[in-house]
């Protein structure tokens, strides 16, 4: 074991970063961080500072023995870290306004992950984790990176591919919250039952649920009503239609099995007081007010508001398996490597894995129906073109990708969204608009 263990967070400003500072507190004596380092950027000074004071107070009160620094020099941070955690959002939440704003101005849905959104927080932050790689493999070549910056998917898509330094795991935290479903659905204890998970991330299903000796999913697919995370509202689903899909869909396959409800929805939003990103705006601020409080030195039930939250919880989680050996079973973003037998070996999926200090082993989970397969695919596929888009720079790459993706594809809007999105993220789109370093 080692005796110094460095950990870095990218994004350290982030209204998240408590959830991260309980999740090391409360496993510090099966992980005993003794470094931690939050990093910024300028725009993000002002929230770093406070999240940073918030953190000190919490490790105050926790009596827990981790140095927390702070940094806008990211080279500083990364010399000689363990793991490097990555949650960034490029152009904040100003960015996301527009991912959404722009796409349902045309009558398209605009969501953070999903469709023209999800496409362009790729496009803008794809280059960003690429640069980040290249100074992990020069300043801390044996760190695993884990990333949950969006969309994960195509972000772990991208460094399996153009990435430098391949030690990445992507994270999120829908699974758990399917888990937490089912969890309520089978009145039990999230220990009590073993559910195995398959797809992408954010296209994600479960395919088994045991218990007992018994595979109990019939019984979890009948119940599958409303379970969905804060940032999405809660459609009822018809279990017969599960019934039907034969597999558990996660929160987000609403945007496609319920497409129209979900876009008339969004409109609606749009058109009376705001998409999501400006109702997240509104708690964010509320958040940092809090955080602000010299009295407060734990993580304030509010932040569990965000769609996000427990994503934290997950990354202190992994790294500890990861540092332990430990070998159990989570759900992360790696390399198929032959797992879910109809995506390529080489591509990224979100998949049960035993996690180990060699990283995660993803489980032969089983098949998938045919139900699913072209829909898995079929947004593959969209990671991909987006990916390569993000790399390139090249125009029409980004505009396949669009036709590709089933909630954008149309000849005519796709390329009117897509530049006027160009348009409004210029600046953090140099691979499109020259002095590119690529
Ligand atoms: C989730 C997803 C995250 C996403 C978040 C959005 O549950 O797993 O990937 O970023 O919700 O939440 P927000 O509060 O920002 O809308």
């Known amino acids: 074991m080692k005796e110094k263990l460095k950990i870095v967070t990218i994004g350290g400003g982030s209204s998240y970063t408590p959830e991260l500072i309980e999740g090391f507190i409360k496993r510090y004596d099966k992980l005993p961080v003794t470094e931690l380092w939050l990093v910024d950027i ?6 770093l500072e406070i999240t940073a ?27 000689d870290a363990d793991f490097v955690t990555t949650q960034m959002r490029i152009g ?10 722009i796409p349902l101005s045309h009558g398209m849905l605009g969501q953070e ?16 984790i690429l640069d980040i790689c290249k100074d992990i ?31 990445v795991i992507g994270l999120c935290n829908v699974p758990i919250g399917m888990e937490e479903g089912i969890a309520d659905i089978l009145k039990t204890d999230r220990k009590n039952f073993f559910t195995t998970f398959a797809g992408l991330n954010h296209m994600v299903y479960a395919n088994h649920v045991y218990k007992d000796g018994v595979d109990v999913i019939d019984e979890v697919m009948g119940k599958w009503g409303v379970q969905s995370v804060k940032n999405i509202k809660a459609m009822e689903w ?31 939003k749009y058109a009376q007081h705001g998409t999501r990103a400006e109702q997240v705006r509104q708690i964010e601020t509320e958040l ?3 955080y602000k409080n010299p009295d407060l030195a734990e993580k304030p039930k509010q932040l569990e508001q965000r769609g996000g939250a427990f994503y934290s919880d997950a990354a202190c989680n992994l790294i500890c398996s990861i540092y332990n050996d430990t070998r159990d079973v989570q759900v992360v973003d790696t390399m198929n490597r032959g797992a879910i037998g ?22 032969a989970v089983g098949d998938l129906p045919d139900s699913v397969k072209g829909l898995i695919q079929q947004i593959k596929s969209f990671e991909i073109a987006g990916a390569k888009a993000a790399v390139t720079g090249d125009y029409y790459t980004a505009l396949m990708a669009m036709m590709i993706n089933p909630l954008c594809a149309s000849q005519r809007d796709a390329r009117i969204v897509l530049d006027e999105l160009l348009e409004a993220h210029k600046k953090y789109l140099p691979q499109f608009f020259g002095d590119w370093k690529g």
């Open 42 to 47: 300028e725009e993000g000074k002002s929230k």
């Open 53 to 79: 004071a918030l953190a000190r107070r919490m490790l105050e009160k926790a009596n827990v023995p981790i140095e927390l620094h702070t940094t806008l020099d990211r080279r500083e941070a990364l010399k």
């Open 92 to 101: 904040q939440l100003d960015a996301r306004i527009l991912d959404e704003r």
């Open 113 to 128: 992950t999903n469709g023209a959104g999800g496409l362009f927080k790729g496009l803008r932050t794809i280059p960003v």
């Open 137 to 167: 493999q020069e300043l801390c070549p044996n760190a695993w990176m884990i990333n949950f910056t969006n969309p994960v998917g195509m972000v772990t898509e991208a460094v399996l591919r153009y990435g430098v330094h391949k030690k």
């Open 238 to 268: 018809d279990s017969n239609f599960i019934k039907a899909l034969g597999v558990i869909p996660c929160p987000y396959h609403r945007y496609f099995y319920m497409a129209k409800e979900n876009l008339e929805d969004e409109l609606e």
């Open 288 to 290: 940092f007010e809090l």
């Open 342 to 363: 109809f995506l390529g070996y080489d591509q990224a999926v979100e998949v049960s894995c035993v996690i180990t200090k060699e990283g995660p082993v993803p489980m």
